[in-house]
Nanobody
Framework: QVQLAESGGGLVQAGDSLRLSCAASGGTFSNYGMGWFRQAPGKEREFVAAINYSGRTTYYASFVKGRFTISRDNAKNTVDLLLNSLKPEDTAVYYC????????????????WGQGTQVTVSS
């Protein structure tokens, strides 16, 4: 059983950066692929980025367009999402999730989810 806890969200202005972090506990972190998803008010949850168990493979949603970077530290049991050049449309609750080895963009492959961290971008 893996527990996930996100941190790092906040209120920023358009063009700013944020680093979200997700700390994992209760399992062998290096066995899990990790993903970040987001959900804006009134919208469905959507995929943002994924990284495989080793960190060698990453995958991003098309809207990211080089602005976000996912990374992991298996020694610290953490996965980060660096958000650059933030836009108001990036406003959402951001969730990290864990899947067996690699989950990709399908939320159904992720069996463990954090509680989320709010990111608000003002114009």
């Amino acid at each position: 059983q893996v527990q996930l806890a996100e941190s790092g969200g906040g209120l920023v202005q358009a063009g700013d950066s944020l680093r979200l972090s997700c700390a994992a506990s209760g399992g062998t972190f290096s066995n899990y692929g990790m993903g970040w998803f987001r959900q804006a008010p009134g919208k469905e949850r959507e995929f943002v980025a994924a990284i495989n168990y080793s960190g060698r493979t990453t995958y991003y949603a098309s809207f990211v367009k080089g602005r976000f970077t996912i990374s992991r530290d298996n020694a610290k049991n953490t996965v980060d999402l660096l958000l650059n050049s933030l836009k108001p449309e990036d406003t959402a609750v951001y969730y990290c999730a864990a899947a067996s080895y690699y989950g990709g963009e399908l939320s159904t492959k992720y069996g463990y989810w954090g509680q989320g961290t709010q990111v608000t971008v003002s114009s």
